[in-house]
């Protein structure tokens, strides 16, 4: 058993200062001064913030990169990158490389990130298409592995890709909605977006020429340039959502990254829901930066902690919301997955974080019941 007092509770939407008991993995109670009435672990939060534990969209969780050949491969994510971060909930995909890097190898990884406390969830696919799987197709990864949440990065207007077809990626959106309609899973595709004029035009082309929902696709990286960003509100006009990429490096930004913090705020400014943006780190993503002519010029890892940065930065230099930019790193992605996460309730998993109210630093992050605590 765990109590923790006198906390701001933003669930994602501010309820005011509580208490709140959690046992066996899951929140028992929220209220005032509460009794535990067994013997309990108690935090006295002494006014700090207590948000869902984050939802980060896309992370490479057994690791990724490799552009710039074998030494260029990214490390796995470990446990404790997580949870200083402040993320309890982790969908995990594969990304350029899929010759070296598996889907048993993403699903052992994640399974080991759940001995922490941690739920890592992960898609199949990678960036090419036909899909490479795990059990031989889409909708039987889907309705046999419970792991497997969605399909994804698909690729298009990248380099990178296999520049799928209207009748390709039609497919895919309908393996994905009925392996995900047998399994109980929404079966969300995540959409790698890559530097291409076309930007997501593609996937309009999709929504016309079949009847998969929009909802079903989730295109990421739609901050990469203000061109592509522009394309994200009429998206969402549609009834589409949308994730920003918040890890990103001086150098692409130079080139034309649109900062995940301005996006959010330009995104908010021009109406739309943030019940319909998400963020995510890409974490232990490569970082490549390419030369007009497709040379590669320099290449970094992205971080876990990018999430965080950038929720401080919406709040403190952009002056955003504190529940709307919350809601980008807590409901809305559960919702986009079809998740049971993200929101603070009587009854969910206990998937918690602790912030300090002035710096927005992570005090402790609390892991279906698990605590661990950073001294700062
Ligand atoms: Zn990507």
Known sequence: MLLIRNAQVLDPQPRGTLDVLVGAGHILAMDRDLAPGLPAEVIDAQGALLCPGFV?????LSGGGGEGGFAT???ALRPEQALRAGVTTLIGALGTDDVTRSHADLLASARALSASGLTACILTGSYQVPAPTLTGDIRRDLVLI???IGVGEIAIADHRGSHPSVVELARIGADARVGGMLAGKRGTVLVHVGDHDDGISRLHEVCEASPIPVAQWHPTHMNRHAALLRQAAPWAARGGTVDLTASTTPTLIAAGDVPAALALRQLLHQGVSSERITLSSDA?????????????????????????QVVREAI????LPLSQVLQTVTSTPADVWGLRKG???VGMDADLVLLDPRTLHVQATVARGQVHRFDR
């Open 56 to 60: 980060d969209s896309l992370v490479h």
């Open 73 to 75: 491969r990214t490390p």
């Open 343 to 345: 929101r603070i309730a």
């Open 316 to 319: 403190e230099e952009h002056g």
């Open 146 to 148: 419970p792991e497997i």
């Open 284 to 308: 232990q993503a490569s970082l490549p930066h390419f030369a007009d002519d497709g040379t590669l010029l320099a290449i970094d890892t992205a971080s876990m902690d990018s999430l965080l």
